[in-house]
């Protein structure tokens, strides 16, 4: 089945610094990919959606200048989460369209601890 | 607005048939999914259904009505593995993904 990569799994970091997590999917295309952001016990909230050469859109409420997201090709996407602080702390997680066949597939998650 | 239900938590036993039902109300509608997601991990691909009917994969099957903005996912010989949450969601007219809060199921011996 699709594949698609997130790295790092997890990472601590101190306040006040950035922290780029990678999104990849591995076996085939995505125009589309996804970022998405979950709390203890939450439902997944959406972030961003990001397409691949252009620009993302990002939902209200969602910082842009904050979670810089960059889609540079079919299969990889980045945020970076800038100028973190120990409320960003939470499990991001990526999803990337199968662009041909139109399903979605998650990344593992990035557990972000700011400490 | 739009809006996803399903059901907050369910319980059923080893072995048993459980079935989880997810109703929509979006505007427009490319498709819906269903993903499981053990705690504390990402959620994992199950179904997607665009058109009506019956999809079956091995012990899950997921059922969509269109007209009736409704959905089921069906577990069969249910294993105590599949302790997890199941999530609903509609991919809305804009590609955007709708989701449901999640139907939290415990199985018991």
């Known amino acids: 089945g699709a594949v698609v990569s997130q790295h790092p799994s997890w990472v601590i970091c101190k306040s006040g610094t950035s922290v780029k997590i990678e999104c990849r999917s591995l076996?085939?295309?995505?125009?589309?990919m996804f970022w998405y952001r979950q709390f203890p016990k939450q439902s997944l909230m959406l972030m961003a959606t990001?397409?691949?050469?252009?620009?993302?859109?990002?939902e209200q409420g969602v910082e842009k200048d904050k979670f810089l997201i960059n889609h540079a090709s079919l299969t990889l996407s980045t945020l970076t989460v800038t100028s973190a602080h120990p409320e960003d702390s939470s499990f991001y997680i990526c999803?990337?369209?199968?662009?041909?066949?139109?399903?979605?597939?998650f990344g593992p998650g990035t557990r972000l601890t700011v400490t | 607005g739009q809006n996803i239900d399903q059901p907050t938590e369910m319980t059923a036993t080893e072995g048993a048939i459980v079935q989880i039902n997810c109703t929509y109300q979006?505007?427009?509608?490319?498709?819906l999914f269903w993903y499981q997601q053990h705690a504390g991990e990402a959620p994992t691909f199950l179904s997607y259904?665009?058109l009506d009917g019956l999809e079956e994969k091995g012990r899950f099957s997921s059922f969509l009505s269109r007209s009736k903005g409704y959905s089921y996912l069906l577990l069969k010989e249910l294993q105590m593995k599949d302790s997890a949450s199941y999530l609903c969601?509609?991919?809305?007219?804009?590609?955007?993904?709708?989701w449901g809060a999640g139907t939290k199921l415990i199985i018991k011996p």
């Open positions: 999803s990337a369209r199968n662009s041909d066949r139109g399903e979605q597939y």
């Open positions: 076996d085939f295309q995505a125009t589309t």
């Open positions: 990001s397409n691949e050469g252009s620009k993302a859109t990002y």
């Open positions: 979006t505007s427009g509608f490319n498709g």
């Open positions: 259904n665009v």
């Open positions: 969601a509609v991919l809305d007219s804009n590609y955007q993904l709708i």
